[in-house]
């Protein structure tokens, strides 16, 4: 069997890179890079999905498609987000089609049906928001949109929703939360007793797989979205206090109201906008919300349909993270 991992050089990428070799795949790797962290019997695709030339010589010969690819962040050019998120989807699509793939997954997000208040214990029938407060969930729910469309009789097609992926490796959330907290930068939004969902990187992988093994075109999969996670939502400030504390460095004491902070992501998203600056503003409304709401989901379905089960708890994947870091980095 040979599978496709677009985006296969990114953490969760990388992850299901690993497994499938494991599993006896054949793995191909699509990217914009070279990846000397991957195994070597990977076989890597330099390029672009933006690309469909590129991307339909790319997927001949190939069993099932696993498209982590996206543009991530909450600041950045509508043109790129649109392109690469929902255009580059488009290409694996019918690139997918053009060579007769018979398995489609998807990574998606959570934030496709975010919208501004609190999601607390909700499942997929939750319906997609009529506005968006980034681009980055505007365009992955165009493109989970595009994902089920696709699917039939030839391309079974899924969307897996895991939110705020961790765990060692991790290039983006923990890197993020330490340097900030490093720097002074890290205040508390809003009360600090909101819940979120968090997936641990093995969980999330286990996730993926599991859903491309149950996915068949007369299938319960087919054609539909799955929230997955860690199985238990934690308090977001009491984590990151946590992992704080851990690291040895001072939890977060200063605090600013939800109301207050979305005030001044409005502005700042204004200014920087005005300027055209590419960097991200300390504080943007969709940050705002997600520091200060609650948003976990209800993952019976993946449990029913594809026997999902969180291998690592949250505990024992803080443990893991925590000895995988370096102090002296940070």
């Not at 987000?81 to 959570?110: D, W």
């Not at 991790?170 to 909101?194: M, S, T």
Request: glycine share 10%; hydrophobic share 40%; with cysteine.
């Amino acid at each position: 069997m040979h599978a496709l991992v677009t985006g296969g050089g990114g953490f969760l990428g990388s992850g299901l890179v690993r497994a499938l070799l494991n599993d006896g795949y054949d793995v191909s790797v699509i990217g914009r890079r070279n990846y000397s962290h991957l195994p070597q019997s990977a076989k890597i695709l330099k390029g672009d999905i933006r690309d469909f030339s590129f991307i339909n010589k790319s997927l001949k010969n190939i069993d099932v498609l696993f498209h982590t690819a996206g543009i991530p962040g909450i600041w950045g050019s509508a043109k790129d987000f649109y392109s690469i998120n929902v255009q580059g989807t488009e290409n694996i699509i019918g690139a997918c089609k053009s060579n007769r793939v018979r398995k489609l997954v998807f990574t998606s997000s959570p934030s496709v049906v975010f919208g501004q208040s609190s999601l607390e214990g909700v499942d997929e029938s939750i319906p997609y928001p009529e506005k968006y407060l980034c681009e980055y969930s505007r365009t992955k729910a165009l493109a989970e949109k595009l994902i089920l469309n696709a699917n039939d009789s030839n391309l079974s097609t899924v969307a897996i929703r895991p939110h705020l992926i961790w765990g060692p490796g991790d290039p983006h959330l923990v890197p993020r939360i330490l340097e900030k907290a490093g720097k002074n930068r890290l205040v508390k939004v809003g009360e600090g007793k909101n819940r979120v969902d968090i997936i641990y990187i093995d969980n999330a992988v286990s996730a993926h797989l599991k859903a491309g093994e149950a996915l068949t075109p007369d299938g319960n999969v087919a054609g539909k979205t799955y929230f997955v996670s860690d199985g238990e939502p934690v308090i977001l400030w009491d984590w990151i206090n946590q992992l704080l504390k851990r690291m040895g460095k001072p939890i977060v004491s200063r605090k600013i109201s939800y109301g207050n902070a979305m005030k001044l992501g409005a502005l700042l998203e204004m200014i920087y906008g005005f300027l055209r600056l590419k960097n991200e503003p300390p504080m943007t409304r969709f940050l705002a919300s997600q520091l200060a709401t609650s948003h976990y989901f209800n993952i019976s379905r993946a449990k029913k349909d594809f026997d999902y089960q969180p291998l690592v708890s949250s505990q024992k994947g803080m443990d893991r993270l925590i000895n995988s870091l370096d102090p002296s980095r940070y």
